[in-house]
C-alpha cells in the first residue's frame, strides 16, 4: 500500500502487526466521528490490553506488537481504529528504521496488504494504519502521519490526556486521592476519566494551540488555532481574506493572493489563483484579481469548503506574490484573515507586522489533522517568488 490508499476488508477480524529493527510499542485508540476518544475504554495499549472490540498483543520483544480489530464487535459510534506505532527506547527517531505494517485475516493469519510509511526521519511516533467505517463497510487505509513528539502528541490530538514527569519537589509531595477505577499507570501516558476533556484543555500548554470557543483569535507569527468550536472540528464553509495597502499614498500595489493544494507527503495538488479561479471540484474557489490594493476589507478572498475538499487534500498553504515586481517593503497592513462563510463572523487574524525586500511571502497554512480537526498556523516567511508556482516548493516546506 502507499499513503492514503485503502482497500476493502474482506473479513470481520483483522490484525495489524508493526515490525521494525528495533523495539515497539503498539497502540490502538477507538475514535468517534469527532476523531475523538469516548473515555479511558477506547485507548488500547500494553498496560490496558483490551477494549470494546480490539485488543492488544505483546510480542515479547521477539515478535511484533499487535492490534486485533473485531469489526463485529465494534460498539455503535465508533467509526475508526487508528494503529499508532513508538520505538521503545526513550527519544529514539524513526530515522533510519522502517516499520512494516502488515494487515492479516485474525484467524488464519493470511496477509491482506503491507505497508511501509515512506521518507521518516524525527518523527518518534506514527499513525500507521487505520481500520474505518465507509457507508456501512469496513476499510484499511495506510496514513503514515508522523509526531516529532512522541506518543504524546497521537494522544493530544486524539482526546487522550497526557501526563508530564516533572522533577521531584524538596519537600514531601501533598498526596492525591487515585480513583480506585483509573487503569494502571504508563509512565508517559494515562487515558483521562470520563467523558474526556474537551480539546482545549488536552492540549499540553507548551503547544500554544488554541481553539475557537473565546471568539476570535488573533495569531503571533507560528501560533496555531485549531479549528474547533464547541468540541466539534469547523467543516463548513470558510473564507481566507488577504488584505493590503500601499505604504506610500498615490501608489498602486499589485499583489496576488493565492492558496496551495496539498497531499499527505507534501505532493502538489493544485494552485488557485487569478488565473485559475476554482479547483478540487469547486471546493476552492478564489474572487479574482485586485490591482491596486485600494479600498476598505479584504482585496481578495479565497472560499475553502472544507467539508467538500477531497479525501487526499491534507494541507494548504495561503500566499501572496508582487507580480510586478514590487517588494514587500513597499506594502503597509498586509493581513489575513479566516472567517465563517455563512455568518461572515471573523474567527482568526493574522497581521503582517514585519516586512522583507522580498516579492512572496507564505501567509499561513490550514493543516488537516488525522483527528478529522484542521489546524491553522500563522507563518509570515519571505521568499523570493513572483508566481505561485514559484511558490510550491517553498510552501511544502513550511507544511
Known sequence: MTPGSNIPLPVTRVTVDVAAPVRLDVSGLLLTADGKVRSDDDFIFYNQPAGPGVAYRSGGGTAPDAITVDTSAVPPGIEKIVVTASPDAAAQTFQGIE??????????????????????GSETAL?????????????????????ANGLAGIATDFGVSVEEPTPAPAAPPVQTPVTPSAPPADPRLTAPPVPPAPPAAAAPAASGKINLDKGRVSLQKNQTVSLVKGGRPLLSQVKMGLGWEPAYRGKDIDLDASVIAYGPQRNHIDSCYFGKLSIVNGAIKHSGDNLTGEGGGDDEVIVVDLGR?????????????????????????????????????????????????????????????????????????????????GMVKPAAQAL
Open 127 to 147: 499513525v500507521i494504519v487505520e481500520i474505518y467505517l465507509r457507508n456501512g463497510a469496513w476499510k484499511a487505509r495506510a496514513v503514515g502521519q508522523g509526531y
Open 99 to 120: 516499520p512494516t505494517a502488515t494487515i492479516r485475516n485474525a484467524d488464519d493469519n493470511s496477509v491482506l496488504a503491507t505497508f511501509t510509511p515512506p521518507q521518516l
Open 309 to 389: 475538499l477531497p479525501q487526499d487534500v491534507t494541507g494548504l498553504v495561503f500566499t501572496v506574490n508582487s507580480f510586478s515586481g514590487q517588494k514587500f517593503t513597499e506594502v503597509a497592513k498586509a493581513y489575513c484573515r479566516l472567517l465563517d462563510a455563512a455568518t461572515g463572523e471573523e474567527l482568526v487574524r493574522f497581521d503582517l507586522t514585519n516586512a522583507e525586500a522580498q516579492t512572496g511571502v507564505i501567509m499561513a497554512k490550514l493543516i488537516k489533522q488525522f483527528s478529522g480537526e484542521w489546524e491553522m498556523t500563522a507563518l509570515g516567511d519571505f521568499v523570493k517568488s513572483r508566481t505561485v508556482r
